[in-house]
């Protein structure tokens, strides 16, 4: 557990909520067809649960699906390993398929997650995340929907995590 007293607000509730869904609404705008949203677990369930309420006001009608993964970073090398924990059930063939994330850091999570679902046959995969930090690509990915640009800082709250605490923060918040 990590007390509160310390974090500082770096993007506001209302911030979050007003992009949201103006997000939706880019979404709604690309008319997706038989969509797919699949959040990426853990870090996307807070944005994911107000992404997919928005949709709705954006009168879309995703199907929802959730895949869980993990990526490892060793120290003494710059290549990551993406793990699958958890897949999704549902064919994603020639649907329009909607990726969710936190935060796009190395991109090696999203490029993972979006060659996956390209090799099963869906009709196209996009990517949404809620955060993008520029110039930390480590694999060639552009996000098609982007919440908002992140500084160079760890960050956590609205999902995101420090071993597991402040997800519970409603904002997104850096430690001082
Ligand atoms: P990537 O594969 O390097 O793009 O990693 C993206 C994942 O790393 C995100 O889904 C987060 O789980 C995690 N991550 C990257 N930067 C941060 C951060 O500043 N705070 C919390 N988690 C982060
Ligand atoms: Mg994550």
Partial sequence: MIDHSNIRILISEEAIAQRIQALAVEIAAIQPRKLLVVPILKGSFMFAADLIRAMYRAKLSPDVEFMQLSSYRK???????????????????????????????????????????????????????????????????????????????????????VAHSLRELPFVGVMV
């Fill in 75 to 161: 120290a003494t090398t710059s290549s990551g390993q993406v793990d699958i924990v958890k897949n999704i059930e549902s064919s994603v063939e020639d649907r329009d398929v909607l990726l969710l994330d936190d935060i796009l850091e190395s991109g090696r999570t999203l490029a993972y997650a979006k060659d996956l679902l390209s090799a099963r046959g869906a009709a196209s995969v996009l990517t949404c995340v809620l955060l993008e930090k520029p110039h930390k690509r480590a694999v060639q990915i552009i996000p098609d929907f982007v919440g908002f640009e992140c500084p160079d800082k760890f960050v956590v709250g609205y999902g995101m995590d």
